[in-house]
């Protein structure tokens, strides 16, 4: 009987196998299905003892996965528990370990890891302000090149295109990182890369029955988010690898070249309307494209010392990334309309121009969130490898404390700003206003940008469910209070119903996070 069913599960594997890398030239590949280290995931759909990610219910017995066929002994429960007090935590042996256990993966904090992680933050934060000071500079291009209202509706077009890409991270985002360091990386790659061409089109249908895209848009939505989330899954690979160099090159080369790619189409292409800003987004992201699949592309293919285990069923794998790469997406999904819904509020109410104005006053606001982001990634990084709950709540408290001190200080200098140098200087006289909008925002950029960290630490120890509905209160709350305010002030009321929201998302994620750890 045993027999039969390693039979039956070895021929709904043959032809993925198949598929993925018939080429013989990579050795590591070759063997990828032959059942070492296998890994059995759940067997009941809705929890039960087996339930991986692990479940969030405090009370819900044992979230061990079946140990590795290849163990010896002893108790291989994987994912940790959330329980404090349950059994233990190690990782299936490594086949080709001569005994004892090798805990997967290994932690970053061993051996002056606090360095480490420090240079890789200030190497992606310096990353990310070369690009934010090039993408300062094109705000005020852009400014004086398309003005108000058309800066109002290449800012209506890039969130309807984040929005799509939000719903393909279902499988091409944080669902990556968080899989590839528990199951061999191809069978993680295939349905994120093929996902990427799916989810965009169901999302843009989606948008599109609600009349979310600009008349004569439409197939720029849709080319932007597939290109955005072909990239995400390059990127995550990446991230997941510790490939920061990688990383930060391809971010490097996606907002770089955003720069020179709309400049020559300005200036040299004499292209001055919202079709020029868009071809230069196609030039950066398809170069971003090729760079990062050239970084990730060795990482896909190569064998590495600790081979992953192999999923059996290929329908209760793709079931499982699915459903946590649902809660993440949900959690994306009403943190992105949190921050860009206003953007379709303002514009029903009042047009293109004043979406210009909030769409400047925001981007302003938002570039001291490459602090966060840049602290978020290595922090959900190292979290997501980390398998020691005191570990994991020690580097989460370092990076929010960091994080909070930087966002802050930058924030209060932009404050600083007068009015008469962003519409003398930087833009021009139609953004009169935008240090009011500046100013309303200032409390949300601190608290978003705070959160991230708790949100992307919940995120990293399998609570997708916490960060999402941390995400879905800020929605709920900026729903509410824009309501009131938006009709009443205008801009100055969506700013401040953002702050609203992203307070009250801060407010909670701190609450959970005390009372779980």
Known sequence: MENKRKLKNQGKWRFLNKFQFSFKKFPSIGGAGEGFNSYLPSEDAEGGSNAYPPSEEAEGGSNSCPPS??????SNAYPPSEDAEGGSNAYPPSAMTEGGFNTYPPSEGAGGGIGLQIKKILSTIGARYIVAGLNLALIFINAKVLGVSGMGLAGIIYASANIAVIFSSVLCGSTIVYFMNRYDIRYVFWPAYLWAFAGSAVAWLVLKLFGMIPQGYAADVYLLALILSLVSVHSRILLGKDHIRGFNITFLVQGGMLFFGILFMYFIANIRDTRG??????????????????????????????????????????????????????DNLAENLTSRLNYFLVQHLSGFGHVGLLDAGTKMSESVW?????????????????????????????????????ITLVTGLILLIPEWFFTEYLFSHEFTGITQVIRGLAVGIIALGSNSILSHYFIGTGKVRVSTACSCIGLLVLLISGYFLIPAYGVLGAAISTSIGFSSMLTFSLIMFVKRT
Not at 289 to 315: C, G, H, N, Y
């Open 370 to 406: 490459h602090i966060s982001r840049s602290v978020s990634f290595i922090s959900y990084s190292q979290v997501a490898k980390t398998f020691d709950p005191d570990e994991q709540k020690r580097m989460t408290i370092r990076f929010l404390k960091l994080t909070f001190y930087a």
């Open 277 to 330: 800003y868009l071809w230069g987004l196609y030039i950066a992201n398809g170069l971003a494209w090729m760079v990062s699949l050239l970084f990730a592309f060795p990482l896909i293919t190569s064998q590495s010392d600790e081979k992953q285990p192999v999923p059996r069923s290929v329908p209760k794998f793709l079931k499982e990334m699915f459903i946590y790469g649902l809660w993440g997406s949900a």
């Open 69 to 74: 066929d290849m163990a010896v002994g002893g």
